[in-house]
């Protein structure tokens, strides 16, 4: 079967079975004629077989006729073979088969005995073999027998006829099943084709492409469903790979470029020792300085790259209990220690809020805002810091009243390395990791962050966090802890 197509092995299939059919049906009806018509000419011998026994009463002397058996016509027209024999097996009387004015040949006539009673059917041939024969044998000892017969030549033409039309009826029904079969079979198939089609179209390269979804309730209507949502997510694997192959194509040359700067400087300020325009005293200590600088600031981003990569690994985080009031007040009270003059409000619930999660990771996403706001804004700008709940989520809050971002800046300040302000130097400006470090850190504890910003209206970042089930054993900062952490910062 290989190398057929699946058309043709239907159409054939359809046509053998329709063949067999035939075949099976021909069998039963030319058997059924058969015993019919054999039925009729047995009826036909019975009703000829009363009259005829009548020459057969005892004392009945064959007729004086010159030579053997003399022909008579006896007990009705000679559409019957019927022959007279006496108890002792002799023919007395012979009544042909006639055909208008022809005498059929006599049948071939089994051999009888007298003594055994009985009447049986044999089928026999004429003596010449022209003419097939049914015949009715009655023998009754001391009387004589009496043989019957009619031909089968009807019943043979008959069904030789039928067999004929059976077979060319067969046949022309073949022909119109085939038709009809391959139109059929050609239109149920047709959503296979297209199917094969939009396969070779995908396989071109063109993974937009979807197959003709068909009624959901048929085979085919499934096989569409099914290939459409497998092609969907295969076009999307595809998008995400290459998405991810820019992503990484760019992170490596950003971070290159990152590494450069303070590689560069380094090796200049160890050239210049070298070659000895660096002096023993201030130079000498300004050069170790700067190459101990930007040594530290390469380390910082190295580190925040190697966070980066366990991030992006989708290992899932500690689980254990943190309360974010004590973060807040953690993260604000580090903030105000670097930049004492910044006006940092804080709006924080009087009770705990817990979350599962990893401690050092979520204080150093508030930590990455609330440097954020110290780097990009200027210190006279006021931020406030809020924690509220919302239904099943902590909502934690950073906003400032700085100058704000374009919305077209706003969109991409969680990307990696993207600053906001292509003019900012980077010792100001840093490596633009922050942001991305704060949206995968969150992003692993299953929640989300957002930003809201627009010129002169200062930024909004919210940051949206699972509330842990309570209850929740667990270790908590107390609230005169916290409140006098955030109280002696807001005093001053």
């Known amino acids: 079967m290989k190398g057929i197509s699946l058309r043709t092995r239907l159409v054939a299939g359809l046509l053998v079975l329709v063949a067999a059919a035939l075949v099976v049906v021909g069998i039963v009806s030319v058997t059924a004629l058969r015993s019919y018509l054999y039925d009729q000419v047995d009826e036909q011998l019975d009703r000829a077989s009363g009259p005829g026994l009548g020459f057969l009463r005892p004392g009945l002397a064959p007729p004086a006729v010159p030579g053997s058996t003399t022909s008579n016509r006896g007990p009705g027209p000679n559409q019957l073979y019927i022959e007279l024999r006496t108890s002792a097996g002799e023919t007395v009387r012979v009544f042909p088969l006639e055909r208008g004015s022809v005498q059929e040949p006599a049948p071939k006539v089994p051999e009888i005995d007298p003594t055994v009673p009985g009447r049986t059917h044999h089928d026999v041939g004429a003596v010449d073999g022209s003419l097939p024969y049914r015949l009715l044998v009655v023998t009754r000892p001391g009387e004589g027998t009496a043989i019957f017969g009619a031909s089968l030549q009807g019943v043979q033409d008959a069904t030789r006829r039928l067999i004929l039309v059976e077979v060319i009826a067969g046949f022309g029904v073949l022909l119109l099943v085939g038709i009809f079969a391959t139109a059929f079979v050609r239109l149920g198939l047709k959503p ?35 290939l459409n949502t497998m ?94 009031v004590a973060v807040v007040a953690d993260c604000v009270y580090d903030a105000l220690a670097v930049e004492p003059d910044r006006q940092l409000a804080t709006a924080v619930p009087d009770h705990p809020v817990v979350v599962l999660g990893d401690a050092l990771r979520l204080h150093q996403v508030l930590a990455n805002l609330l440097a954020n706001v110290r780097v990009h804004t200027p210190s006279a700008a006021s931020a406030e810091v809020g924690l509220t709940i ?94 006098a952490m955030l109280g002696a910062h807001a005093q001053r």
């Open 390 to 483: 919302d239904g099943s989520w902590a909502v934690l809050t950073v906003r400032d009243h700085g100058p704000g971002m374009e919305p077209e800046v706003a969109e991409h300040v969680f990307e990696r390395f993207f600053r906001a302000d292509p003019a900012r130097t980077r010792q100001h400006g840093g490596a633009g990791l922050g942001l991305a470090i704060v949206a995968a850190i969150v992003e692993t504890h299953g929640g989300s962050v957002t930003l809201v910003s627009a010129v002169g209206q200062g930024s909004n970042f919210m940051v949206r966090l699972p509330l842990a089930p309570a209850p929740i054993p667990v270790q908590l900062t107390s609230d005169s802890q916290v409140t």
């Open 192 to 226: 296979l084709d297209d199917m094969a089609d939009t396969a070779g179209a995908i396989a071109a390269g063109d993974l937009t492409q979807r197959v003709k979804e068909d009624d959901p309730r048929t085979e085919v209507g499934r096989l569409g469903g099914a």
């Open 231 to 324: 092609l969907g997510q295969i076009e999307g694997a595809f998008a995400e790979r290459t998405a991810s192959q820019e992503r990484l194509r760019r992170f490596v040359a950003d971070a290159g470029h990152e590494l450069r700067t303070p590689l560069t400087s380094i090796r200049g300020y160890s050239e210049l020792y070298r070659n000895g325009a660096v002096t023993a005293g201030e130079p000498l200590d300004r050069a170790m300085s700067r190459i101990e600088s930007e040594a530290g600031r390469m380390g910082v981003l190295v580190d925040d790259l190697l966070l980066l990569a366990r991030l992006d690994q989708g290992r899932a985080p500690a689980s254990d209990p943190v309360d974010l």
